[in-house]
């Protein structure tokens, strides 16, 4: 075992020594295409600019670079500072001016340098707001701020421009347009890159006579040598450097100060995703206590504590006490993680993290997607994706998503199907205000997950009958379980100026969960003969779930602050019913099934809701570019009800809880982030103690250092130290029998390091490794050191990929996924462990416009591992070999 865990950290260690090596070795090589490159046309304008074919002109999004080739002045380069963007640059362009100078179009942004034909544009355009990278330069202004250029409402229909250092050789222009995006003209001349902004409105005036080509059989002047200038569109990547789920806001990963992991779209393709266990491999720590295919797709683990009931769509709860929520990726645009508390925003929620959905919402172009996907097992998928206006002034938009899948499995009986439809409507009803409006319906039926649960022996350990039947069922033919649940929300968002805003959000969610299964609990001497009971169960829940807030942005003397403040009405409402009967024994090498079930052991119809009210605030101050402050507090009360209808008794108990946080971001250079952060969170508990004393709420407190660093613009890793304490945890009271008291506690401690994005065009990574020591540290019933389960002390992940950039290859790609899952206990008490696995999974695909075909393999070398257990009885093997392939067409 100490074998297989040092080959980990050597090869840990290799992937953070290649990366370290490509990025200190080389300034992003650009790739200079030969006679037939299409070439930008060039137009003398006023004061010798030329003019760059703008980034509006460019297809957004492009699935590739675009290069375009331009004729600019050559000035006199410096030493260390090639003229040719094809050759190895040694240093950064600095850029030592922004000036905004008025134009009788509008406003023209001026990035002062002689080296200006150094730079690469990249367009990274979204909404309202225009977006460019301009890699290869640093601001380096004279004023005391001196790596952020700002201009408040500039122009009409212009709300704000932004030029700022992102990293330590990338400078991002931020154009904010009130209620359309800018349009944006690139230009080049002595004085530097020259951006001419217009705004929507006027924009869309009659266009004036343009100004008369140079032919392009012309020669140049001395002073108009050619030089290259690559100019590229927003494009699908491994990294997103924005989340919504730390603060609410749409801020920088950099300045959150607390670990966040983003999954994009591109990811979850290229993997070929369909259920929330492949997709969240790609997290370091994260695990599953029930297995992939699971009925309870939202049993997740983060830094060891179950957080199956920490999950959002789009910013809102789904439901704390019900976790039948569904997962299906035709909906989902992509999945952002939050490490350790989250109460402060989003109420009560377990200590190890959250998880958020975002979904895809509609676009202002046409969109039309579909796929198609065959493979093992008889698994047929296919979905379909449309979007666009339903109206010439744009002003009305649909998006539509459906979705069907059908499968079988590699155990025997199994049966599952999918539908997913999910119809999205946003309506700009003025141009402050924005209504969107969804609603989305998931069904799930499928044989039970359960009846694939194997013992102990004759699986982990040896049996002496052999080894038993990787496809052994254990259950019924037609035990099933299936998941319906149907969601309707809106989403209103007003602009009060360029500062303010207010959110109010709504949604309602209906889950139903009927379950019939068979399951295992004792093996006899025989080894071959398995003891089983018959259950039959009906889980449904409902939650309603409102949220305003308004999110602000002001200043006090030098000091910057957007603040976020907001109140919160949340009800869920549960009722679980069933019976559970004897049944008979199956055996496990020679089963006979359809055996008489016996009487009724017990029946339970339990009901319960929990209504709570939450009110919170938090203020991200910017003391300087360089060092900002997270300050957040939220106040909660709640009040739950549990009713046994059979036993006709009924428990009320109410409570209130805070839950704070606190963070600093020190960034001492440009590209890397030092941070710290205390926060804490809550559940309710309910019942009393001895002499009626009502139980007060679980708590979380997690404190959290690490480094954030930007290797360059397109690749980022975070290095993350926590020490993560549950308390509050109902244990024995060992002075009153029967009774239960709050002195329990359990603590998490770990390391989690991450890489993300891409390393060179076409090759992408998403790599990352944690250390997890998790275990009980006070408790009067369970031994005092005793782990998790299902929780490893160290997990390892890589997916990586590459695509031909040009060639004869062009548009083909293939790629490679190591998975590492170190040994955990196989239950609560630790009786047993179930060992360590590596598994490796790897795609091939290629894409041509708007084609694209891949096939996918998961478990490429066909290896038996154990993907989870719950006791001796029931362990559940990981799948064998898959392969699917999969086509999709855009339009």
Same mark, same amino acid.
């Given at each position: 075992?100490?074998?297989?865990?040092?080959?980990?950290?050597?090869?840990?260690?290799?992937?953070?020594?290649?990366?370290?090596?490509?990025?200190t070795?080389?300034?992003a090589?650009?790739?200079?295409?030969?006679?037939?490159?299409q070439?930008?046309?060039?137009?003398?304008?006023g004061?010798?600019?030329?003019?760059i074919?703008?980034?509006?002109e460019?297809?957004?999004?492009?699935?590739?670079?675009?290069?375009?080739?331009?004729?600019?002045?050559?000035?006199?380069?410096p030493?260390?500072?090639?003229?040719?963007?094809?050759?190895?640059q040694?240093?950064?362009?600095?850029?030592?001016?922004?000036?905004?100078?008025?134009?009788?179009?509008?406003?023209?942004?001026?990035?002062?340098?002689?080296?200006?034909?150094?730079?690469?544009?990249?367009?990274?355009?979204?909404?309202?707001?225009?977006?460019?990278?301009?890699?290869?330069?640093?601001?380096?202004?004279p004023?005391s701020?001196?790596f952020t250029?700002?201009?408040?409402?500039?122009?009409?229909?212009?709300?704000?421009?932004?030029?700022?250092?992102i990293?330590?050789?990338?400078?991002?222009?931020?154009v904010?347009?009130?209620?359309?995006?800018?349009?944006?003209?690139?230009?080049?001349?002595?004085?530097?890159?020259?951006?001419?902004?217009t705004?929507?409105?006027?924009?869309?005036s009659?266009? !004036?006579?343009?100004? !008369?080509?140079?032919?392009?059989?012309?020669?140049?002047?001395?002073?108009?040598?050619?030089?290259e200038?690559v100019?590229?569109?927003e494009?699908?990547?491994?990294?997103?450097?924005?989340?919504?789920?730390?603060?609410?806001t749409?801020?920088?990963?950099?300045?959150?100060?607390?670990?966040?992991?983003?999954?994009?779209?591109?990811v979850?393709?290229d993997?070929?995703?369909?259920?929330?266990?492949?997709?969240?491999?790609?997290?370091?720590?994260?695990?599953?206590?029930?297995?992939a295919?699971?009925?309870?797709?939202?049993?997740?683990?983060?830094?060891?504590?179950?957080?199956?009931?920490?999950?959002?769509?789009? %910013?809102?709860?789904?439901?704390?006490?019900?976790?039948n929520?569904?997962?299906?990726?035709?909906?989902?645009?992509?999945?952002?993680?939050?490490?350790?508390?989250?109460?402060?925003?989003?109420?009560?929620?377990?200590?190890?993290?959250?998880?958020?959905?975002v979904?895809?919402?509609?676009?202002?172009?046409?969109?039309?997607?579909?796929?198609?996907?065959?493979?093992?097992?008889?698994?047929?998928?296919?979905?379909?994706?449309?979007?666009?206006?339903?109206?010439?002034s744009?002003?009305?938009?649909?998006?539509?998503?459906?979705a069907?899948?059908?499968?079988?499995?590699?155990?025997?009986?199994?049966?599952?199907?999918?539908?997913?439809?999910?119809?999205?409507l946003?309506?700009?009803?003025?141009?402050?205000?924005?209504?969107?409006?969804?609603?989305?319906?998931?069904?799930?039926?499928?044989?039970?997950?359960?009846?694939?649960?194997?013992?102990?022996?004759?699986?982990?350990?040896?049996?002496?009958?052999?080894?038993?039947?990787?496809?052994?069922?254990?259950?019924?033919?037609?035990?099933?379980?299936?998941?319906?649940?149907?969601?309707?929300?809106?989403?209103?968002?007003?602009r009060?100026?360029?500062?303010?805003?207010?959110?109010n959000a709504?949604?309602?969610?209906?889950?139903?969960?009927?379950?019939?299964?068979?399951?295992?609990?004792?093996?006899?001497?025989?080894?071959?003969?398995?003891?089983?009971?018959?259950?039959?169960q009906?889980?449904?829940?409902?939650?309603?779930n409102?949220?305003?807030y308004?999110?602000?942005?002001?200043?006090?003397?030098?000091?910057?602050?957007?603040?976020?403040?907001?109140?919160?009405?949340?009800r869920?409402?549960?009722?679980?019913?069933?019976?559970?009967?004897?049944?008979?024994?199956?055996?496990?090498?020679?089963?006979?099934?359809?055996?008489?079930?016996?009487?009724?052991?017990?029946?339970?119809?339990?009901?319960?809701?929990?209504?709570?009210? %939450?009110?919170?605030?938090?203020?991200?101050?910017?003391?300087?570019?360089?060092l900002k402050?997270?300050?957040? %507090?939220?106040?909660?009360?709640?009040?739950?009800?549990?009713?046994?209808?059979?036993?006709?008794?009924?428990?009320k108990?109410?409570?209130n809880?805070?839950?704070?946080?606190?963070?600093?971001?020190?960034q001492?250079?440009?590209?890397?982030?030092?941070?710290?952060?205390?926060?804490?969170?809550?559940t309710?508990?309910?019942?009393?103690?001895?002499?009626?004393?009502?139980f007060?709420?679980?708590?979380?407190?997690?404190?959290e250092?690490?480094?954030?660093?930007?290797?360059?613009?397109?690749?980022?890793?975070?290095?993350?130290?926590?020490?993560?304490?549950?308390?509050?945890?109902?244990?024995?009271?060992p002075?009153?029998?029967?009774?239960?008291?709050?002195?329990?506690?359990?603590?998490s401690r770990?390391?989690?390091?991450?890489?993300?994005?891409?390393?060179?065009?076409?090759?992408?990574?998403?790599?990352?490794?944690?250390?997890?020591?998790?275990?009980?540290?006070?408790?009067?019933?369970?031994?005092?050191?005793?782990?998790?389960?299902?929780?490893?002390?160290?997990?390892?992940?890589?997916?990586?990929?590459?695509?031909? !950039?040009?060639g004869?290859?062009?548009?083909? %790609?293939?790629?490679?996924?190591?998975f590492?899952?170190?040994?955990?206990?196989?239950?609560?008490?630790?009786?047993?462990?179930?060992?360590?696995?590596?598994?490796?999974?790897?795609?091939?695909?290629?894409?041509?416009?708007?084609?694209?075909?891949?096939?996918?393999?998961?478990?490429?070398?066909?290896?038996?591992?154990?993907?989870?257990?719950?006791?001796?009885?029931?362990?559940?093997?990981?799948?064998?070999?898959?392969?699917?392939?999969?086509?999709?067409w855009?339009?």
């Amino acid at each position: 075992m100490k074998s297989r865990q040092l080959n980990i950290y050597l090869l840990a260690a290799t992937l953070v020594g290649m990366i370290v090596t490509l990025v200190t070795q080389r300034v992003a090589a650009q790739v200079k295409f030969d006679n037939n490159t299409q070439q930008a046309s060039i137009l003398k304008q006023g004061s010798g600019h030329r003019k760059i074919r703008q980034p509006s002109e460019l297809k957004i999004p492009l699935t590739k670079a675009e290069y375009l080739l331009v004729q600019s002045p050559t000035p006199t380069n410096p030493p260390s500072v090639p003229a040719s963007l094809g050759q190895k640059q040694s240093s950064v362009v600095p850029i030592t001016g922004v000036k905004a100078n008025p134009t009788d179009k509008g406003i023209e942004v001026i990035l002062e340098t002689p080296f200006g034909t150094q730079l690469q544009v990249t367009n990274r355009s979204a909404g309202s707001n225009f977006t460019a990278d301009v890699s290869g330069g640093q601001l380096r202004l004279p004023s005391s701020n001196a790596f952020t250029f700002r201009s408040d409402k500039p122009l009409a229909g212009i709300t704000e421009i932004i030029v700022t250092n992102i990293n330590a050789n990338t400078v991002r222009v931020t154009v904010v347009g009130e209620k359309a995006l800018p349009k944006v003209e690139l230009f080049d001349d002595n004085a530097g890159l020259v951006f001419g902004i217009t705004s929507a409105a006027i924009a869309t005036s009659p266009p !004036q006579q343009p100004q !008369q080509q140079q032919p392009a059989s012309q020669t140049p002047s001395a002073q108009d040598e050619p030089i290259e200038l690559v100019v590229t569109g927003e494009q699908d990547g491994y990294r997103v450097p924005d989340a919504s789920v730390g603060t609410r806001t749409d801020t920088p990963l950099r300045d959150i100060p607390q670990s966040i992991q983003v999954i994009p779209q591109q990811v979850l393709r290229d993997q070929n995703v369909t259920n929330l266990a492949e997709a969240l491999r790609n997290v370091p720590g994260a695990g599953f206590g029930n297995p992939a295919r699971s009925l309870f797709d939202s049993s997740i683990i983060l830094r060891g504590f179950d957080s199956g009931n920490n999950v959002l769509r789009n %910013g809102l709860n789904e439901s704390p006490n019900n976790n039948n929520i569904g997962f299906e990726t035709a909906g989902i645009e992509r999945i952002e993680v939050l490490k350790g508390p989250a109460s402060v925003l989003y109420g009560q929620a377990a200590p190890g993290g959250t998880v958020n959905y975002v979904t895809k919402q509609p676009l202002n172009q046409p969109y039309y997607s579909v796929e198609a996907s065959v493979g093992s097992f008889d698994f047929y998928r296919g979905a379909l994706d449309l979007s666009g206006s339903l109206n010439t002034s744009k002003t009305v938009l649909y998006r539509l998503n459906l979705a069907a899948q059908t499968t079988e499995s590699f155990f025997d009986f199994f049966e599952g199907q999918r539908y997913f439809v999910a119809p999205t409507l946003s309506w700009l009803l003025s141009d402050r205000t924005k209504l969107t409006i969804d609603f989305e319906y998931f069904a799930k039926p499928q044989s039970a997950d359960s009846t694939y649960a194997l013992p102990l022996v004759g699986t982990v350990l040896p049996n002496p009958n052999g080894k038993i039947p990787r496809n052994r069922n254990v259950g019924e033919p037609d035990d099933t379980e299936s998941l319906y649940t149907t969601r309707v929300g809106y989403d209103l968002e007003h602009r009060f100026s360029s500062n303010w805003q207010i959110r109010n959000a709504f949604r309602f969610l209906q889950a139903e969960a009927p379950r019939t299964f068979m399951a295992g609990y004792d093996l006899a001497d025989d080894n071959r003969t398995l003891s089983r009971f018959f259950g039959s169960q009906s889980n449904n829940g409902k939650s309603f779930n409102s949220d305003t807030y308004v999110v602000g942005k002001f200043s006090t003397g030098s000091i910057r602050h957007q603040l976020v403040t907001g109140i919160s009405l949340t009800r869920q409402e549960t009722n679980f019913t069933g019976f559970g009967r004897e049944a008979a024994p199956i055996d496990l090498f020679n089963p006979v099934y359809g055996q008489p079930l016996g009487d009724v052991d017990f029946t339970f119809d339990i009901s319960g809701s929990i209504d709570t009210l %939450g009110i919170y605030v938090q203020d991200q101050i910017t003391l300087a570019e360089n060092l900002k402050l997270l300050l957040g %507090g939220r106040f909660d009360t709640f009040r739950q009800t549990d009713e046994d209808r059979l036993a006709n008794t009924e428990t009320k108990q109410s409570g209130n809880a805070f839950s704070p946080r606190v963070g600093i971001v020190y960034q001492p250079i440009v590209p890397i982030s030092l941070y710290a952060s205390y926060s804490r969170s809550f559940t309710p508990t309910l019942g009393t103690g001895f002499g009626g004393n009502v139980f007060q709420p679980e708590r979380g407190t997690q404190y959290e250092v690490g480094v954030k660093a930007d290797l360059n613009s397109r690749l980022a890793a975070t290095l993350a130290l926590y020490d993560l304490t549950r308390s509050n945890v109902l244990t024995d009271d060992p002075d009153n029998p029967g009774f239960s008291i709050q002195t329990g506690e359990q603590r998490s401690r770990g390391v989690e390091l991450t890489f993300q994005g891409e390393i060179l065009p076409g090759w992408n990574i998403i790599a990352g490794y944690a250390y997890t020591d998790a275990k009980v540290t006070e408790d009067n019933t369970l031994p005092v050191g005793l782990r998790f389960r299902a929780v490893p002390e160290n997990t390892f992940n890589l997916w990586t990929s590459y695509e031909f !950039q040009r060639g004869s290859l062009q548009g083909f %790609g293939a790629g490679v996924g190591l998975f590492f899952v170190g040994e955990r206990q196989g239950d609560t008490l630790n009786t047993f462990q179930l060992p360590s696995y590596f598994r490796t999974d790897a795609a091939i695909f290629y894409k041509r416009n708007r084609f694209r075909a891949a096939l996918n393999f998961q478990n490429l070398f066909d290896v038996d591992y154990f993907e989870t257990s719950f006791n001796r009885y029931r362990v559940f093997y990981g799948d064998p070999l898959t392969v699917q392939g999969t086509i999709s067409w855009e339009l």
